[in-house]
């Protein structure tokens, strides 16, 4: 299998620099349009496609994104590794802004996405107990470092759905339930990504500390748009180092990120609704025959 990695680019993230043979290309999918075009290109002999999450410009607020459109467009263009690049807050002194975070847990508090590609006509029930791929985990730590970025390896991401900043009430819960950072993105995207086979993580750039530091303002946009414009040049340089060290690793993912649906389909073949089963040509057509 040969890999094919997507940068899912947030808050900062609009375009991605030094790709060669680069072209933006409208990708369609059955669940709506994308945010955007999608970019293609190459670093060196890595193949990567790159996705603005909120578009460029910024014009999708987090729940106004199409996740199942960005999720399969990025599988129909043959990914096979996500990489997310996301600004968050942070609910610990020791992840200060501009420190990197390679999560590896969620909490899932939205409620206003559709969260899978499956449902009647054809139920799929995928594990979410390990929601990041660990190998793919493992090469961003390792690239983070040899960039020299701060970078904390593990931690829980809280995704709220927002628009607002949290409450100080919730962002005191939050840090009680061991939360450690937060956002308003990655889920239902890494649910998404595991139900189309897709090898996820997350790299998440610290920008704030939210509302509950006694010595920080609370969290504003403006703040948050000044940390990330050094964050992206790191992102960049970070992205650069793992994406040709990932395309060399050939094969499907040690971790089982390829095949989780081997295990997850319920519904009996003859029970199966065939116009859902066209929908999901691109991200379950290995195992339903698409
Ligand atoms: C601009 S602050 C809030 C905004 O930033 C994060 O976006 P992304 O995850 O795409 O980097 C956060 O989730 C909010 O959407
Ligand atoms: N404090 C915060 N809460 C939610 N999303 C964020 N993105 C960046 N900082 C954030």
């Given at each position: 299998m040969t890999r094919?990695?997507?940068i899912i680019g947030g808050s900062g993230l609009y375009e991605i620099d030094g790709l060669e043979d680069k072209e933006?290309?409208?990708?369609?999918?059955?669940?709506?349009?994308?945010?955007d075009a999608l970019l293609f290109g190459r670093l060196?002999?890595?193949?990567?496609?790159?996705l603005p999450r909120h578009g460029r410009g910024h014009r999708l607020s987090p729940s106004g994104i199409n996740y199942r459109a960005n999720i399969d467009a990025l599988k129909r263009s043959g990914v096979t590794d996500i990489i997310s690049v996301s600004a968050c807050g942070s609910f610990r002194e020791e992840l200060a802004p501009g420190d990197f975070v390679v999560v590896d847990q969620f909490i899932d508090r939205t409620f206003a996405r559709e969260k899978?590609?499956?449902?009647?006509?054809?139920?799929?029930h995928v594990s979410m107990a390990h929601p990041v791929c660990?190998?793919?985990?493992d090469m961003l730590e390792t690239a983070a470092r040899?960039?020299?970025?701060?970078?904390?390896r593990g931690g829980t991401y809280l995704v709220m759905e927002g628009p607002q900043f949290s409450s100080l009430a919730e962002s005191n819960l939050y840090r009680q339930w061991g939360c450690d950072v937060i956002g308003m993105t990655n889920m239902p995207e890494a649910k998404l990504a595991r139900e189309a086979e897709i090898c996820y993580a997350t790299v998440a750039m610290v920008t704030d500390y939210d509302c509950w530091h006694p010595d920080h303002e609370h969290v504003e946009v403006e703040s948050v748009?000044?940390?990330?414009?050094?964050?992206?040049?790191?992102?960049?340089?970070?992205?650069?180092?793992a994406a040709p060290e990932l395309a060399r690793h050939?094969?499907?993912?040690?971790?089982?990120?390829?095949?989780?649906?081997?295990?997850?389909?319920?519904?009996?073949?003859?029970?199966?609704?065939?116009?859902?089963?066209?929908?999901?040509?691109?991200?379950?057509?290995r195992v339903l025959g698409g």
């Open positions: 094919r990695i997507g933006w290309r409208q990708v369609g999918t059955p669940w709506g349009a994308p945010s060196g002999e890595a193949e990567l496609v790159f899978s590609f499956f449902g009647n006509g054809m139920v799929a660990g190998r793919l985990g040899a960039e020299g970025i701060t970078v904390h748009i000044r940390v990330l414009v050094g964050n992206a040049v790191k992102a960049r340089g970070l992205v650069a180092r050939d094969g499907a993912c040690p971790r089982g990120c390829n095949h989780v649906l081997d295990t997850a389909l319920i519904t009996a073949p003859d029970a199966r609704d065939p116009e859902m089963l066209k929908k999901l040509d691109a991200v379950a057509g």
